[in-house]
């Protein structure tokens, strides 16, 4: 069956950086769309980037917008999520989705998650 494994998180400080990495595994991944979603405590999921799986495009949330970077390695069956410039907001668990269809920020739409993982952004 399809699997998604994130990792990458971490503890790092406002204005820092950290890349995101979620290992695809059970299907073919080039079929897929990708998708980063995070979850703040107390707060509702929130959809973050998407990254299309026929043409790349991309789509990001208004809030990470200019900061986030998607991007994929079909060689490698890998999404990726680069963040720059992060602030004490972005602290969350990160989850990476797989979508068999279009892009969307609506996490409802997704076919496979995986187990998240854990982004802390303080001083």
């Known amino acids: 069956q399809v699997q998604l494994v994130e990792s990458g998180g971490g503890l790092v400080q406002p204005g820092g950086s950290l890349t995101l990495s979620c290992v695809f595994s059970?299907?073919?991944?080039?079929?897929?769309?990708m998708g980063w979603f995070r979850q703040a405590p107390g707060k509702e999921r929130e959809g973050v980037s998407c990254?299309?799986?026929?043409?790349?495009?991309?789509i990001y949330a208004d809030s990470v917008k200019g900061r986030f970077t998607i991007s994929r390695d079909n060689a490698k069956n890998t999404a990726y999520l680069q963040m720059n410039s992060l602030k004490p907001e972005d602290t969350a668990v990160y989850y990476c989705?797989?979508?068999?269809?279009?892009?969307?920020?609506?996490?409802?739409?997704?076919?496979?998650w995986g187990q998240g993982t854990q982004v802390t952004v303080s001083s």
């Open positions: 990254m299309h799986y026929g043409d790349d495009s991309t």
């Open positions: 989705a797989a979508l068999r269809g279009e892009c969307a920020l609506v996490g409802g739409f997704y076919d496979y």
């Open positions: 059970g299907a073919p991944f080039y079929f897929y769309s």
